[in-house]
C-alpha cells in the first residue's frame, strides 16, 4: 500500500503557491526569502516523487543540485539583507525603493 | 662600412632616444655631448662610406640595401631600405658635417635656455630623420622621413612656444607644408598606380617604357611631386613660412632652414630627375619658378631690416637657383650649389645667431653697427660668407652659382639666365648691404646692449671659422666647371638624365663666368657706395620710391593677400559651418534624439515603481499567463 503519485503532487503545489504568496503578500525580506526557500523545496518535493515512480535517478540528481544552488543563494541573500539592514536600520521591503525612476 | 649603412643614421637615433628620456637627469653637459658625440659618429660614418664609395669604380658606386620588410599588401611592396649613391652620399656629408658643427654650436648659443635637452633631442631627432630621408631607397620612405623633417621643423620653430608669434610660426610652417605635401603624396600614389613599383631604381627603369615622354601622366606626377618640394623648399607659392620660421633658435634656422631640411625638396628633384627629364614641361616649370623665386625673394631682402629675415629671404633666394638649375637639366650644379650652399648659409645663420648672442637679442640691423670691432671673428666669417653667397671669385658660391647659370645659358635658356643673373646681382647687393650694416659704421647700437657686447665663446667661434673654411675653399671639388673631381663623383647619377637638356646654345664658359662675376661685383660696388661711401642715399631712394619700398618692406603683400584669399575665407567659412550647420543641425539631431527618448520615457518609467512587491507581482502575473498560453492555448 503506497501513497499515491498526485498526493505528492498535490501537496507540491500547496507548497509552492504557499511560498508565492509569501513572496507576493510579506514586506519582511526575511519572510520573502524563507517563501522562495518553500517554492524550491516544494519543486524538490515533486521532483523526487516523480523520481520514486519512474524508477529513475534523474531527479534525486536534480534535488541535490537545487539544494546547492539553495545553499549558496542562501549565504548571498543573507549577507545582501544583513547589508541592507546595516545601511537603512530595515528590512522592510516597502521601504527599499531605490530602483525607482 | 657600406655593409652596414645604418650605422650612419642610427646615433642621431640613439641620441634622441637617451635625450628625450634622460635629458632632464643626467645634466646639460652629457645631454650636449651625447647630441654632438652621436652626429660626430654619423660624419665619421658618412666619411668611411664616402672612402669605400670612392674606392670602387665610378659605374659600380650605388649600394642598396634592405634592412627589412615593412608594407607588403599584395603586389605592394615597401621596404626600410637605405640607398648609398654619389648624390645621397654628398647628402649624407652635408647633413652629418654642417650638422655637427651646428650642434657644438648650439651648446654654446642655448647654454642658458631651460629647455636644454629639449632641444637637443629635437635637434637629433631632426638630424636622424634627414639621414634617413636621403638614404632612403624609395617613394614612400622618403615620404615618411619627410613628414618626420617637417614635424622636427615645426617642433624647432616653436621651441619658444610660450612666445605667441613662435607658436604661430611653427603651425604656419606645418600647415604651408601640408599644402605641398599633400600633392607629394598624391604624386607618390599615381607613381605608384602607373608603375606598381616606389623603389628608386625600378621607378626609373620601368618610367621610360611605360610613361609617354612629356605625356599627360608623367608630367602629373612630376608636377605634383614638385608642388611636394615648393612646400618643404620654401618656392613660390609656398615660400611663405620660412621668414617666419625665423622666430626658431638660430642654429634650428642655420641647420633646417638653411642647410638641410629645406634642401630636401631639390634633392627630391635631383633624385626624380630620370622622371622630370621625360616631362620638359614639368622642366620649364621648375626653372621658371626657381628663377622667379631667385628673384622676388632677393627683392624682398633688399629692404628688410631683420637680420635673420634678410638671411632667410636670400636661403629662399639661393633655393631657387637650386630647382633653376634642376629646371635647365643642369642637376649636378643643382647638387653641387646646394652643398656650397649649406655652408656659407648656415656660416651665415650662425654668424648672425652670434651677433644676436652678443647683443642679447637684438635682431634689428638699424640698431648694430660697427660691431666689427667687438666681435672680428663673427665678422670677418660673415664677411666671407656673405662674399660666397654673393658669388665672388673665388669663394664656394662662385663656382656652383657660376655653373648653374652657365647650365641656363648652355641649355638655351635666355630669359630664365636672365632672371638668374638680375637675382645675382640683387644677392650681391643685399649680403653686402647686410654685413656694412651690421659690422661697419658708426654704433647704432642702444646702449644697454652696448654695455654686455662681447664676442661670442670659442665653442661658437670654432664652428663659424671650420665653417669659413668651408665656405671659402668647399668650391674647388668643382674645379675646373662641369670636369672637377666633385663633377666626376656625381655627374653619373644623372648620365640618364642629361641628353634631353642638351647644349642648345654654344657659349663659352670662361666669358660667362667672367659676366656672372662682374654682375655680382657691381651689386658689391653699389652696396658699398649705399652704405659706406654715400650713406645718405638709401634714405633718398626711398623717398624718391615711396611706393616700391614700401611693397618690399610688406613682402609684396602676399602674407595679406593669402590671408584675404584663402585664410579669411576658409575661417569665416568655419565659422558660418560652426553657427550655421554644426550647431543647429548636427549638435541639434543628436540632442533632439536624445530630448525624444527622453519625453517618449516620461509615461514609461512610471513602471518603475521601486516596489519589489510590484515588481513580484508583474512577475508571478507574467509567468501564469505564460504558462496558460502554454496548458490551454495552444
Known amino acids: ?101 | 662600412m657600406l655593409n652596414s649603412l645604418w650605422l650612419i643614421p642610427v646615433w642621431p637615433l640613439l641620441g634622441f632616444l637617451v635625450n628625450g628620456f634622460f635629458g632632464r637627469r643626467i645634466g646639460k653637459t652629457a645631454v650636449g655631448t651625447i647630441a654632438c658625440g652621436s652626429v660626430g659618429l654619423s660624419l665619421l660614418a658618412s666619411l668611411g662610406a664616402l672612402g669605400k664609395l670612392l674606392a670602387r669604380p665610378a659605374e659600380a658606386r650605388r649600394v642598396e640595401q634592405v634592412l627589412a620588410p615593412w608594407i607588403g599588401a599584395g603586389n605592394f611592396q615597401a621596404d626600410w631600405g637605405l640607398l648609398l649613391d654619389p648624390l645621397s652620399a654628398v647628402m649624407i656629408l652635408v647633413v652629418s658635417g654642417v650638422g655637427f658643427l651646428i650642434h657644438v654650436y648650439s651648446i654654446g648659443y642655448m647654454r642658458e635656455d631651460p629647455d636644454y635637452p629639449r632641444f637637443f633631442t629635437y635637434l637629433n631627432l631632426f638630424t636622424f630623420s634627414m639621414l634617413m630621408l636621403v638614404l632612403a631607397n624609395n617613394y614612400l620612405l622618403l615620404y615618411v622621413f619627410w613628414e618626420a623633417v617637417g614635424l622636427c621643423s615645426y617642433l624647432l620653430i616653436g621651441f619658444w612656444f610660450e612666445k605667441k608669434s613662435a607658436a604661430d610660426a611653427g603651425k604656419k610652417a606645418f600647415i604651408v607644408n601640408r599644402v605641398g605635401d599633400f600633392g607629394f603624396a598624391l604624386g607618390v600614389m599615381l607613381l605608384w598606380t602607373s608603375l606598381g613599383t616606389l623603389r628608386y631604381d625600378q621607378v626609373f627603369a620601368a618610367a621610360p617604357a611605360q610613361l609617354v615622354a612629356g605625356g599627360g601622366v608623367v608630367t602629373a606626377i612630376t608636377l605634383l611631386l614638385f608642388l611636394g618640394a615648393t612646400g618643404k623648399s620654401a618656392q613660390i607659392p609656398l615660400y611663405v613660412w620660412l621668414p617666419d620660421a625665423m622666430e626658431g633658435p638660430t642654429p634650428v634656422s642655420a641647420l633646417i632652414h638653411a642647410a638641410t631640411m629645406v634642401t630636401a625638396g631639390v634633392y627630391m628633384v635631383a633624385r626624380s630627375a630620370p622622371l622630370f627629364t621625360l616631362a620638359p614641361l614639368s622642366l620649364s616649370v621648375v626653372a621658371w619658378i626657381g628663377g622667379l623665386t631667385a628673384v622676388f625673394a632677393a627683392t624682398i631682402a633688399l629692404v628688410q631690416t631683420d637680420i635673420k629675415r634678410i638671411v632667410a629671404y636670400s636661403t629662399i633666394s639661393q633655393l631657387g637657383y637650386m630647382f633653376l638649375g634642376c629646371g635647365v637639366g643642369a642637376y649636378a650644379a643643382a647638387i653641387f650649389h646646394l652643398m656650397t650652399h649649406a655652408f656659407f648659409k648656415a656660416l651665415l645663420f650662425l654668424g648672425s645667431g652670434s651677433v644676436i648672442h652678443g647683443l642679447s637679442g637684438e635682431q634689428d640691423i638699424r640698431k648694430m653697427g660697427g660691431l666689427r670691432k667687438h666681435m672680428p671673428i663673427t665678422a670677418w666669417t660673415f664677411l666671407i660668407a656673405a662674399l660666397a653667397n654673393a658669388g665672388i671669385f673665388p669663394l664656394a658660391g662662385f663656382w656652383s652659382k657660376d655653373e648653374i647659370l652657365y647650365g641656363a645659358a648652355a641649355g638655351g635658356y635666355g630669359a630664365v639666365w636672365a632672371l638668374g643673373a638680375g637675382g645675382a646681382f640683387l644677392t650681391a647687393f643685399y649680403m653686402l648691404r647686410c654685413y656694412y650694416l651690421t659690422f661697419e659704421g658708426r654704433s647704432r647700437v642702444e646702449p644697454e646692449a652696448a654695455h654686455h657686447l662681447h664676442e661670442s665663446p670659442p665653442v661658437m667661434t670654432v664652428p663659424l671659422v671650420i665653417l669659413a673654411v668651408f665656405a671659402a675653399l668647399v668650391g674647388f671639388v668643382g674645379v675646373p666647371p662641369e670636369h672637377g673631381a666633385y663633377h666626376r663623383f656625381v655627374e653619373p647619377v644623372f648620365a640618364g638624365a642629361k641628353q634631353v637638356a642638351g647644349h642648345a646654345a654654344s657659349v663659352g664658359e670662361v666669358p660667362m663666368a667672367i659676366l656672372s662675376l662682374v654682375i655680382a661685383l657691381v651689386g658689391v660696388w653699389l652696396a658699398t657706395r649705399f652704405y659706406v661711401w654715400r650713406p645718405e642715399i638709401p634714405a633718398r631712394m626711398v623717398e624718391r620710391y615711396p611706393a616700391a619700398y614700401r611693397t618690399l618692406l610688406h613682402k609684396y603683400y602676399v602674407d595679406e593677400l593669402y590671408d584675404a584669399l584663402i585664410v579669411e575665407p576658409i575661417r569665416r567659412g568655419s565659422l558660418w559651418l560652426w553657427r550655421r550647420f554644426d550647431e543647429p543641425v548636427i549638435d541639434g539631431s543628436v540632442n533632439g534624439i536624445g530630448a525624444l527618448i527622453r519625453i517618449g520615457s516620461l509615461a514609461l518609467r512610471r513602471v518603475q515603481t521601486g516596489y519589489v512587491m510590484s515588481y513580484v507581482l508583474s512577475f508571478i502575473v507574467g509567468v501564469v499567463a505564460i504558462l496558460g498560453y502554454l496548458a490551454f492555448w495552444r
Open chain 1, 1 to 101: 500500500m503506497s501513497v499515491p503519485l498526485s498526493a505528492y503532487l498535490i501537496l507540491s503545489a500547496y507548497l509552492f503557491a504557499m511560498g508565492v504568496v509569501g513572496v507576493a503578500t510579506r514586506r519582511n525580506a526575511l519572510i520573502i526569502f524563507m517563501s522562495i526557500e518553500l517554492m524550491l523545496n516544494a519543486v524538490n518535493l515533486s521532483f523526487l516523487a516523480f523520481a520514486r515512480f519512474l524508477n529513475s535517478m534523474d531527479g534525486q540528481i536534480f534535488v541535490f543540485f537545487v539544494m546547492v544552488v539553495a545553499a549558496a543563494e542562501v549565504a548571498v541573500g543573507l549577507a545582501i539583507i544583513i547589508a541592507i539592514y546595516r545601511n537603512k536600520e530595515t528590512v522592510d521591503v516597502a521601504e527599499l525603493n531605490l530602483l525607482k525612476w
